[in-house]
């Protein structure tokens, strides 16, 4: 994480995954694209496997300026 940013946290279920990039269709009704870190400690892989139960997860990332995506650093299977 970069000194000085602030992570967030969104809710919701993996719907595309594609590399390190996936979609998450939000507890709010948003869908959000995110640029899986490298230092996060699941990879791509592990997304498509969320994605293929269609679990509900949490996201914790930053907003980058000049970046369409945010970047995600921790993502959790909810099991609640």
């Known amino acids: ?3 000085g940013c602030s992570v967030k ?4 279920i993996v719907t595309v995954v594609q590399e390190q990039r996936f979609l998450l ?3 709010d009704g948003s869908t959000r694209l995110f ?4 230092k996060a400690p699941i990879e791509g892989r592990d997304l ?4 293929g139960r ?3 997860v949490e ?3 930053e907003d980058v300026p000049d970046l369409a ?12």
Do not use: F, P, S
């Open 59 to 61: 996201v914790h990332y």
């Open 9 to 12: 946290a969104a809710a919701g």
């Open 35 to 38: 640029i899986l870190t490298h």
């Open 48 to 51: 498509q496997g969320l994605r």
């Open 69 to 80: 995506a945010h970047v995600a650093y921790r993502i959790y299977e909810r099991t609640a």
């Open 25 to 27: 269709a939000a507890d």
């Open 1 to 3: 994480m970069r000194a």
């Open 54 to 56: 269609g679990a509900r």
